[in-house]
Each structure stands twice: as C-alpha cells, then as structure tokens.
C-alpha cells in the first residue's frame, strides 16, 4: 500500500510539474502578451520590437520608448500613429 502512495505522488508531481513547464514556456513565447510587440533587451537597455519585425532591419533601429496608445511600431522600427498605419484584418 505505501508503494502505491509513492508511485501515486510522483505521477501527480511530474503532472504538476510538467503543467507549470508547458505554462513557462507558452509566456516565454509570448502566447500571454496582449501586446503588438515586445521589449528586447539590449546591453544596458531596451528596444521594443513588432511581432511583425522585418528580420533584414538592425535592433538599433527599433525605438527604446514604449509606443504610446494610439502609437504602432513598423516592421521597419518607425513609430506611426495607428490610422496612418493600415491594421491587418482577418476575414
């Protein structure tokens, strides 16, 4: 009967553990970010890059303030005002 308990806690402690994993790593990825880009760490400071970054345009390009609300950040780094910048629509 003890040996069922043992084998009984590890099964629910890998579970729990493997759960805390899975959720680690979907906010890692970004999955829990409401955000239309992220800040990326650079040195001594940050950048705040698109989703949507265009790959061939540098880090240093992308501002290190955060957009303001009714502010978007280009795949080119440029900071437009969200009307003069065309959203992407899904069907």
Not at 10 to 17: A, E, T
Not at 50 to 74: C, G, Q, Y
Request: aromatic letters at 10%; glycine letters at 4%.
């Amino acid at each position: 009967m003890n040996s069922k308990r043992k084998t009984q806690f590890k099964i629910g402690f890998f579970s729990v553990l493997s759960i805390a994993a899975i959720f680690a790593l979907a906010d890692s990825l970004g999955f829990f970010n409401p955000k239309e880009y992220t800040e990326v760490n650079h040195g001594s400071h940050s950048h705040y890059v698109p989703h949507d970054r265009d790959p061939n345009v540098p880090l240093s390009r992308f501002p290190m303030e955060e957009p303001a609300d009714d502010e978007r950040i280009t795949p080119t780094g440029q900071v437009v005002k969200k009307l003069a910048y065309p959203q992407e629509t899904t069907p």
